[in-house]
């Protein structure tokens, strides 16, 4: 049952998500051929058989086909002109073709769709920022063996300042910097405040063509560091040898066996390395420092290897983390347009760095994700909750938006280099050439479509 429910959760995540991002790019279009009076014939979400169609009064034909995987807004004066019956041309002739009006116009007309997609993503994050986000203030809560973390000297508690001289407020922020030096080739500067001092320290990591094949992970774990989780218990199961030693929720751990314990990950490992024996563990309740003795269980791990074990369980959510450890981003309305636009523009600039790392071999081409990756991302975002689904809106819709700007016949990028040419020759493109130039435009998005499905599919496998 809950496979069933996580299935449906995900595709219908993913129907919402693509249904927003491609209906506010192809109304885009639409507005503004409207704007210039342009008769529009077919606003169309998805592909295929059409499953629902109504036609306005302008005789503008809207309807949703079977596959979610696009869309189009099909304007008079395209190839699908010929394909209407006599009584229709009849009709068209009396209005305005896209052929009719000026370059300016069907450039304006033709860029409008990515612009909306723009917008999409200000509206998102304004959304975002104007209702609040909670993230992790970017403590080092492990730093794992042979990482470039070690090797820049990071230890558990060290608090990140910069990476390569731009500020880390939070742990979105160090995945967005750190993300922007995939496939690089030079040196990552670090500055981190040592843990429980005000010592600055500095450091300086090399990198050759770092994570330039398939990610597996975060980047910030590829660089070596997990968030910092504190030893604090937010469940203790019952009839357990924590329950028994009378330990509560909220209890924060500080010793094992004379151990200090720094961190959740600590004191798994402590815990681990003490299967059915005898301990006695030293944890702070409110303002009071308790010794409890504790007879510790033992379970077998994935490995075959007997390892201790309590029964309890740490911080699930970010809501159950302590406030000194919790960063908000809130703003009032003004405010929180300005950060929707600064967050736009550092997105888009990452996102065109990735495309160029990709041209460029940088990036391994299997990193392109197709609609089996969007939805199953799509689907995780929705559990996550309003905010993780609205950021994942805006992300794709950015995509999207600088997708359809590449010069690729047939897409909106595409169409504006024609419109240049025909500006610079000063008559019409030749229909042959316009021809070709979208035989073989489908045959590069169809290709890039089909390697992106191939790519989903070897990541099930």
């Not at 998500?17 to 529009?40: D, N, W």
């Not at 006599?86 to 009006?101: A, F, L, P, Q, T």
């Not at 203030?137 to 470039?148: A, D, F, K, R, W």
Request: proline letters at 3%; hydrophobic letters at 45%; one cysteine or more.
């Amino acid at each position: 049952m809950d496979q069933f429910l996580n299935i449906l959760i995900t595709f219908c995540s993913f129907i919402v998500l693509i249904g927003i991002i491609i209906g506010i790019h192809e109304l885009g279009h639409f507005l503004v051929a409207r704007k210039f009076g342009v008769h529009v014939i077919r606003f169309k979400i998805g592909f295929g058989k059409t499953l629902l169609s109504k036609f306005d009064k302008k005789g503008t034909e809207f309807s949703i086909g079977l596959l979610p995987l696009g869309g189009y807004v099909q304007m008079l004066g395209e190839s699908s002109f010929l394909e209407e019956n006599e009584s229709k041309k009849d009709n068209y002739r009396k209005k305005i073709s896209y052929s009719d009006v000026s370059l300016g116009a069907r450039a304006f007309i033709t860029s409008a769709g990515p612009l909306a997609n723009f917008l999409l993503a200000i509206a998102a994050y304004f959304l975002i920022f104007l209702i609040g986000t909670k993230d992790l203030v970017p403590i080092v809560g492990q730093v794992n063996e042979n990482s470039l973390a070690m090797e820049a000297g990071l230890d558990v508690g060290d608090t990140i300042i910069s990476i390569d001289n731009k500020l880390i407020s939070s742990y979105r922020d160090l995945n967005t910097v750190l993300a922007s030096r995939v496939g690089e080739t030079g040196s990552i500067e670090v500055k981190f405040q040592k843990v429980q001092s005000n010592i600055i320290s500095f450091s300086s990591v090399d990198i050759t063509d770092w994570l330039s094949s398939e990610l597996e992970q975060s980047v910030v774990t590829s660089f070596g560091i997990n968030p910092f989780m504190p030893a604090i218990i937010s469940f203790v199961q019952k009839d357990s040898p924590a329950q028994k030693s009378g330990m509560l929720k909220g209890d924060q751990v500080l010793e094992v066996e004379n151990s200090l314990i720094e961190s959740w990950h600590d004191l798994v490992i402590a815990i681990s390395n003490l299967p059915d024996s005898d301990a006695f563990i030293k944890v702070q309740r409110d303002s009071e420092i308790l010794l409890l003795p504790i007879s510790v269980g033992s379970t077998i791990n994935e490995m075959g290897i007997k390892i201790g074990r309590i029964g309890i369980a740490g911080i699930s959510s970010i809501e159950e983390m302590p406030q000194e450890m919790i960063v908000v981003n809130k703003a009032g309305p003004v405010k929180a347009l300005f950060l929707a636009i600064n967050e736009t523009y550092r997105f888009t600039v990452l996102i065109l760095d990735s495309i160029g790392k990709l041209i460029s071999g940088s990036i391994s081409s299997e990193n392109i994700g197709g609609p089996i990756q969007i939805s199953v991302l799509a689907g995780s975002a929705a559990k996550a909750g309003f905010i993780s689904f609205i950021n994942m809106v805006a992300i794709l819709s950015i995509n999207l938006g600088l997708l359809n700007l590449l010069p690729i016949p047939i897409l909106d990028g595409g169409q504006l280099v024609l419109i240049s040419i025909e500006k610079l020759k000063g008559s019409p493109v030749s229909e042959v050439f316009i021809e070709y130039s979208y035989r073989i435009g489908l045959f590069l998005v169809v290709g890039l479509m089909l390697y992106a499905v191939f790519n989903d599919i070897a990541r099930i496998v």
